[in-house]
């Protein structure tokens, strides 16, 4: 078999270049990404000793809305769906979750919708039983940033009773102060209000919640690393070390078809479109440069793989 030299590769993909042209772009997304619900609704894959299991959650169909994107327009937007072999008629959002076995503790990111924002999601705890995950035995949960989509799945509709009592629950400190904040309804738009109240009446008072200040090991072999912009307080995680690390980016970028392969597109969804842009670029590059894994919350099924560089933007490639 041929192998070839890192210098090689490089002299031969310059080439590829010149032949194609220099922004022709050399990866495509597998088409089948983030379309409808997968056949199974978890993932199971291993980093190093650690047992990584995504769960899906379920979608959010949304229409198109010329301010979804500032610096592009529904027909860019159409257009790249339909590049990535997607249905253009309407932006499809999956939710999936990521939960780790680590040094003996289960770790969940994120909670979910709770099935309290789209008809078409809310399958978190059906899926997590058929993946052979016992809800009350997570110790952990290690929430990335405060939007509904990310901790609805934390509390019951209606009542707020907490669905997980006995998890210890990790918040970034920057995101609790945030939209703990008694002044914070006169900077959020109204739109944002009602969750900003119901995290007032939820979070701050439960006992289980524990505050971290920037980069630190929250569960064995589990870092947290501050990546703001989407949110004032968004938070990454860094799971095991060396060359068997991943990274749960939670929404350091929403649906690779759109916002990997543009990673300057900026989303409606980012408090700080340009600090999201420079966090979300410095990931990647990370991840492309030491071949990390990462799983992405708005990634659909299995939600994890690698990236790689794509002309100027990037193409996610999903574990299989
Ligand atoms: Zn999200």
Redesign the pocket.
Known sequence: MLKLSRREVIISSAAAAAAFGADRRIALIPSAMAQKAPAAGFHKFKVGDIEVTTIFDGIWEKAHDPGFIKNASVEDTKAALKAAGMDESKVT?P?TVTVVKSGGKTVMF?AGTGGQLSPLAGRLADNMKAAGIDPAKIDTIAV??Y????IFGLMAKDTNVQVYPNAEIIVPAAEHGFWTDAGIFAKLPEARHGLAKRIQATLPTWKNVKQVEGEREIAPGIRALAAPG?TPGHTVYVVGSGKDVMIVL??TS?IPALFVRNPGWHAA?DADPVVAEQNRRKLFDRAVADKIIVTG??YGQPGAGTFQKDGAGYAFVPLV
């Open positions: 959002i939710f994120d990335t940033h939007h509904a989509d990310h989407h939670a929404d929403n969804f919350y708005h």
